[in-house]
């Protein structure tokens, strides 16, 4: 079985892993301004501890959706991958009906699945493309 990766997806892991850090330093800048708020508000007008606790409780559900998300893509990842090595050893035509071989290889590309014939060319998986066992 050969699946290469050739590209990282924008939409995957690595992404959401970029995402999920630069949340976590966004939650930790947000909670260390909330500290200085509370210790240096005006001793004659307290702030309202019930709306520090309703931000802390709204940033941390993004947290955990930016959190969820990345897992999810991680998920859609996987089931690439395992839908291209499906593909490997099949006979593949393109959309335009003008390439037709069997599949050797195929590469996860940030645009899809791209399915490399015996020969070299590439054909990408999408729309119009016909799979069949080979012969």
């Known amino acids: 079985m050969n699946v290469d990766m050739t590209t990282t997806i924008p939409t995957?892991?690595?992404?959401?892993?970029?995402q999920t850090s630069k949340t976590a330093v966004d939650y930790?800048?947000?909670?260390?301004?909330l500290i200085a708020e509370m210790k240096n508000q005006d001793p004659t007008k307290p702030m309202d501890s019930t709306q520090y606790v309703a931000q802390l409780a709204t940033f941390s559900q993004v947290e955990q959706s930016?959190?969820?998300?990345?897992?999810?893509?991680?998920?859609?990842?996987?089931s690439a991958?395992?839908?291209?090595?499906?593909?490997i050893g099949r006979s593949i035509t393109s959309?335009?009906?003008?390439?037709t071989g069997v599949v050797a290889s195929v590469k996860l590309a940030s645009n899809g699945l791209i399915a490399v014939l015996q020969n070299g060319t590439e054909v990408p998986v999408g729309a119009?493309?016909?799979?069949k066992p080979a012969s």
């Open 81 to 87: 991958l395992s839908q291209a090595d499906a593909l």
């Open 12 to 18: 995957g892991a690595n992404q959401g892993t970029q």
């Open 66 to 78: 930016v959190q969820t998300n990345t897992k999810l893509e991680q998920i859609m990842q996987s």
């Open 95 to 99: 959309a335009d009906g003008k390439t």
């Open 28 to 33: 930790q800048s947000f909670l260390k301004l």
């Open 128 to 131: 119009g493309v016909s799979i």
